[in-house]
């Protein structure tokens, strides 16, 4: 089959922390280039986020904070569908259908399932069903395309299965086959330490930190021993690795051949680095500021974005349960 000429595009974001520069440049950035490219669809995956985060305070401030960064970082709710996964119920009904076709052999192979359990993460009934909830948000908005980083392909490949375990059982063909879209050229970006960067690495330079603490983070990143005068090799230089992912062409070639020749220390280099944050996220930051004053306009954009996924949601949810044999619609809907 042909793709559509104007591909749905959905992905979830799970409300789990202040967002950090591997975030931006592996997913961030590629969802919102997305927006104009197809009929893009986000939301903030705050059923999943339950699955781990139990906290009813940090739980809505991190909500609040997906939907202030996504729409200071360039979201834009008249070419994207921005909503809370929880406004749009029909979701997690079709997660039941879904499990009711789900081998449970399927979910036993889930690599971010073992993962979890193997951090130390209590394994429950909703950790479990991850991905059976996963696959629901996909296969109720007719996604075609879904950007996710390299971890969550299982979960995509497991949606392909419901879907086709559901139409098998059913002998029905209600659900869009969606596919996976990894990052293109996305690196992955290094932490302070040199590591992956990561939230559960304690390695990260959030997106929106500023002034002391982004700089006091930016001094912490960690080098070798070499000195001020000694010759330096760019591409083993978590500083440079960093600062070429905000840094023009011509930049990037200067600090490379400044490590490379020596007299250039990796101090000055994270004076660079620094200036370079600070600048690629200005005008984010003084968006996001402006949004935070206004929290009833952010709230304005998820309740429009959810009324204009149920829609979607309804019309699916329908057809997935008349194909079980219920009525398509519960009583008084
Ligand atoms: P974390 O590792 O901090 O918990 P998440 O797993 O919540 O981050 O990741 C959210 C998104 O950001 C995913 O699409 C993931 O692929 C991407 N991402 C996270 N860290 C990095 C990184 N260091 N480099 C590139 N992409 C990343
Ligand atoms: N599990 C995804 C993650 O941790 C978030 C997510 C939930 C998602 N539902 C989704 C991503 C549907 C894509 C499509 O990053």
Redesign the pocket.
């Known amino acids: 089959m042909s793709a559509p000429a104007r591909p749905r595009i959905?992905?979830?974001?799970?409300p789990s922390g202040k967002l950090h520069l591997g975030n931006y440049f592996g997913a961030i950035r590629q969802h919102i280039a997305l927006q104009h490219e197809g009929s893009a669809y986000y939301?903030i995956?705050d059923y999943?986020a339950l699955t781990t985060l139990q906290d009813r305070q940090l739980f809505a401030e991190a909500v609040r904070d997906v939907a202030l960064d996504y729409l200071a970082l360039g979201l834009d709710p008249s070419a994207a569908v921005l909503w809370r996964?929880s406004d749009v119920p029909e979701v997690t009904e079709l997660t039941w259908l879904l499990a009711t076709v789900t081998g449970m052999g399927l979910l036993e192979r889930g690599h971010?399932y073992k993962d979890k359990i193997a951090r130390g993460i209590t394994p429950r009934a909703g950790l479990f069903l991850?991905p059976v909830?996963?696959a629901a948000?996909?296969l109720a908005f007719e996604?075609d395309l879904?950007p996710?980083?390299k971890?969550?392909v299982q979960?995509?490949e497991m949606t392909q299965d419901m879907a086709e375990s559901f139409h098998a059982a059913y002998g029905c063909s209600v659900f869009v086959r969606p596919e996976a879209r990894l990052a293109e050229g996305a690196a992955v970006v290094p932490g302070i330490d040199g590591q992956k960067m990561s939230k559960s690495y304690g390695n990260t330079i959030e997106i929106f930190a500023s002034g002391k603490p982004l700089k006091k983070r930016v001094m912490s990143v960690v080098t070798d021993s070499l000195g001020v005068d000694d010759a330096k090799d760019p591409e083993s230089c978590t500083i440079f690795q960093l600062y070429r992912l905000m840094a023009s062409e011509a930049q990037t070639g200067e600090m490379a051949e400044h490590l490379r020749r020596g007299g250039y220390g990796y101090g000055d280099a994270k004076k660079e680095l620094l200036a370079a944050i600070e600048s690629t996220f200005a005008e984010a930051r003084a968006r996001r500021i402006e949004l935070a004053a206004d929290p009833d306009h952010v709230e304005d954009v998820l309740a429009t974005g959810a009324r204009r996924a149920r829609e979607v949601a309804r019309r699916v949810l329908g057809a997935a349960r008349e194909a079980v044999g219920m009525r398509g619609r519960p009583i008084d809907a």
């Open positions: 959905l992905s979830g974001i799970q939301f995956a999943h996964q971010s991850y909830l996963m948000d996909i996604s879904v996710v980083g971890d969550q979960h995509v």
